[in-house]
């Protein structure tokens, strides 16, 4: 079965629809490179994809451990080169709960960094992740 089906919308727009759940993804080419910037670029995607599959793997982990993450929010940046255009870097920063003991925080830390989207990402692209404890 497949993952999911797109189509073509016209207007540098795609519709994608994730297969099992039906929901739809919209993106739009961004502004620097003739869009409209209406909706997630495709590199928009992968960079929130990182992010997302980082805090999906540090919630399992949590989750073995008895810890509730909920809250925990992250803000991504995505750097683009020119030639040839591609993401150079992405910047994730998180911002995790202050109560986490030491041991907890590598622990998930470890375990956000080598989530499957960081491991299947071209090494050219940087990641620079950062984590911030707060109360």
Not at 18 to 28: E, K, N, P, Q
Not at 85 to 93: G, H, K, Y
Not at 101 to 124: H, I
């Given at each position: 079965?497949?993952?999911?089906?797109?189509?073509?919308?016209?207007?540098?727009?795609?519709?994608?629809?994730?297969?099992?759940?039906?929901?739809?993804?919209?993106?739009?080419?961004?502004?620097?490179?003739?869009?409209?910037?209406?909706?997630?670029?495709?590199?928009?995607?992968?960079?929130?994809?990182?992010?997302?599959?980082?805090?999906?793997?540090?919630?399992?982990?949590?989750?073995?451990?008895?810890?509730?993450?909920?809250?925990?929010?992250?803000?991504?940046?995505?750097?683009?080169?020119?030639?040839?255009?591609?993401?150079?870097?992405?910047?994730?920063s998180f911002r995790?709960?202050?109560?986490?003991?030491?041991?907890?925080?590598?622990?998930?830390?470890?375990?956000?960094?080598?989530?499957?989207?960081?491991?299947?990402?071209?090494?050219?692209?940087?990641?620079?992740?950062?984590?911030?404890?707060?109360?």
């Amino acid at each position: 079965m497949s993952t999911a089906t797109a189509r073509y919308a016209g207007q540098l727009r795609t519709e994608a629809q994730h297969v099992a759940s039906g929901t739809t993804i919209h993106t739009d080419a961004p502004v620097d490179n003739h869009g409209r910037g209406e909706a997630f670029s495709p590199t928009d995607l992968v960079s929130a994809a990182l992010g997302s599959c980082m805090m999906t793997i540090m919630g399992i982990v949590a989750e073995r451990s008895s810890l509730d993450l909920t809250g925990v929010t992250f803000e991504v940046t995505k750097h683009m080169a020119s030639e040839p255009r591609r993401i150079a870097e992405i910047e994730v920063s998180f911002r995790m709960p202050a109560g986490l003991s030491p041991k907890d925080r590598t622990v998930l830390e470890n375990a956000a960094r080598t989530c499957p989207v960081a491991l299947s990402l071209n090494p050219e692209i940087r990641q620079s992740v950062q984590f911030s404890y707060e109360g």
